[in-house]
């Protein structure tokens, strides 16, 4: 019985993992439900009960804490940081990551500081998690 | 005080799923396979690193009762577990080459860092593991 849900848990993990690879493609529901080869609606439904948050959550906060990286890390310009992270507007970015990072990105710019650690480590421990804005209704995980 | 590491432990939900995977694919050698009669002593290390091997190590009744070994897999199956084992390698890149062919699902592609460049991937179960290929003068600043 426990199996079912072992290769459940997996197929969800394969999709975030793929978030995490590849969050500047445009990746959307469909696509990622394909990659854990189940339906659309089941895999918003399924991957909200195995991480506690919805794929396009994950993957938004995902696209900010990146473009927190390369803020810090880099001199790229912001609208270059907004593509490189899968952003399509500046102004949806800006929106979004004041809301989630409570501060505008070049405010964060100025006083952020580089730190040093392997790059799974830094994404799995500095995306943003706690919500500093509730929740839009399940769409497309496409910003 | 203490030596040495000298063994470390993954949980995995099948040993002969995890053969395939840490001696097939990663290329470790079996140190130890043995039937104690209540679990199978199953240990992998890196050919010719003879101090350190790993346990695989299957959870289940009796060590544990089966809703916490279930608790384990569902953990483990969600990558909830953390980070599992990380190895050294003297070419990152082509390890990484050879092991996507291998199909290997990776986290990370090769990135470089001022302490070297590495990869994350996930064996068959959901274990987090990394390969890195330390830079050639030590940088200042280390990566714990």
Known sequence: ??????????????????????????????????IACVSESHFIRTFRATFGETPHRYLQRRRVERSMFLLRETDRSLTDICLDVGFTSL?????????????????????GRAMTAPTCFVMAWTRPSSSAVSE???????? | MLNAITISHVWVLDQDQALDFYV?????????????????????????????????EKPGPP???????????????????????????????KTYETLVARGVEFTQEPTTQSYGTDVGLRDPF??????????????SASAR
């Open chain 1, 1 to 34: 019985m426990s199996r079912a849900v072992e290769e459940i848990n997996r197929r969800m993990l394969r999709a975030r993992d793929a978030m995490d690879r590849t969050y500047a493609e445009p990746l959307d529901v469909p696509s990622l439900a394909r």
């Open chain 1, 91 to 111: 102004g949806t970015f800006s929106r979004t990551f004041r809301e989630i990072v409570g501060e505008p990105p070049s405010s964060y710019r100025r006083r």
């Open chain 1, 136 to 143: 839009k209704p399940e769409p497309a995980a496409r910003t």
């Open chain 2, 24 to 56: 097939g694919k990663l290329g470790l050698e079996v140190v130890e396979d043995q039937d104690l009669g209540f679990m199978r002593w199953l240990t992998v290390g890196v050919p010719g690193d003879a101090g350190r091997r790993i346990l695989l």
């Open chain 2, 63 to 93: 060590s544990m009762d089966e809703a916490s070994a279930a608790q384990i897999r569902e953990l483990t199956s969600k990558g909830a577990t953390g980070f599992t084992v990380g190895f050294t390698t003297d070419d990152c890149r």
């Open chain 2, 126 to 139: 959901g274990n987090h593991i990394r390969i890195v290929q330390p830079a050639a003068q030590p940088a």
